[in-house]
């Protein structure tokens, strides 16, 4: 079966840099990739990684290593509109998503 | 607009009735994908449809069926409803296999009472 592990709410402070950690277990693996959803809203596509390394996109970045089952998000320069939760999601013939981690961000 | 179209955005019923929610994909995009969220879970796949044939099945209960037309648009079908079922219901659909990243409507919020 598959798993994936992240921790249910993070807080930080505006302007500050915050990590999200995933780790997975899965039998069949193509990538890890994370999704932003705020409240009441459809999630929405932040990142893709099938490679070992750190992949950039603005004030995102996401990194994965294959050999430990893990990745992580890490958000800069917070804005008080990066308040959402954040999934994790790991591809196989379907994406399967963890449950999901809520940022608090404080002023 | 992501582009994925889902209707209805809300949906009351009573226990034990049948509905049907409906999606249309992204242009263009021919898999289809259905998930059901729940108060503060994640999102629980149920079942994936490309070009209009069934590709994957997750936890999907059998009082739940969903098909793929045609024209790509999706049903998706929930019959004997109960309380339990109340969640948000969410489309997405990819250009191919998906595994790079799907496309998700804005859902249906059902609520069964």
């Known amino acids: 079966g598959q798993s994936l592990e992240q921790p249910s709410e993070v807080t930080a402070v505006e302007g500050a840099i915050v990590q999200i950690n995933c780790t997975y277990q899965?039998?069949?693996?193509?990538?890890l990739s994370w999704y932003q959803q705020h409240d009441g809203g459809a999630p929405t596509f932040l990142s893709y990684?099938?490679?070992?390394g750190l992949e950039e996109t603005g004030r995102f970045s996401s990194f994965l290593s294959r050999s430990d089952s893990y990745g992580y998000l890490l958000l800069q320069e917070l804005q008080m509109k990066d308040s959402a939760s954040y999934f994790c999601?790991?591809?196989?013939?379907?994406?399967?998503f963890g449950k999901g981690t809520r940022l608090h961000i404080l002023p | 607009d992501s582009g994925v179209t889902q209707t209805p955005k809300h949906l009351i019923t009573a226990t034990g009735q049948r509905v049907t929610l409906r999606c249309s994909p992204r242009?263009?995009?021919?898999?289809v994908y259905w998930y059901q969220q729940s108060l503060d879970q994640g999102l629980q796949f149920l079942i994936q449809?490309?070009?209009?044939?069934?590709?994957a099945k997750g936890n999907i209960l059998e009082r739940f069926s969903a098909q793929q037309f045609p024209d790509l648009h999706s049903e998706l079908n929930l019959s004997s409803l109960e309380l339990g079922d109340s969640a948000l219901y969410f489309c997405?659909?990819?250009?191919?296999?998906?595994?790079?990243?799907?496309?998700f409507g804005s859902g249906t919020r059902l609520t069964v009472v």
């Open positions: 997405a659909s990819s250009g191919d296999r998906g595994n790079y990243g799907y496309t």
């Open positions: 899965t039998s069949g693996f193509y990538g």
């Open positions: 990684n099938a490679l070992d």
């Open positions: 999601a790991v591809s196989e013939d379907k994406i399967i």
């Open positions: 242009s263009g995009d021919l898999s």
């Open positions: 449809y490309y070009n209009g044939e069934e590709r």
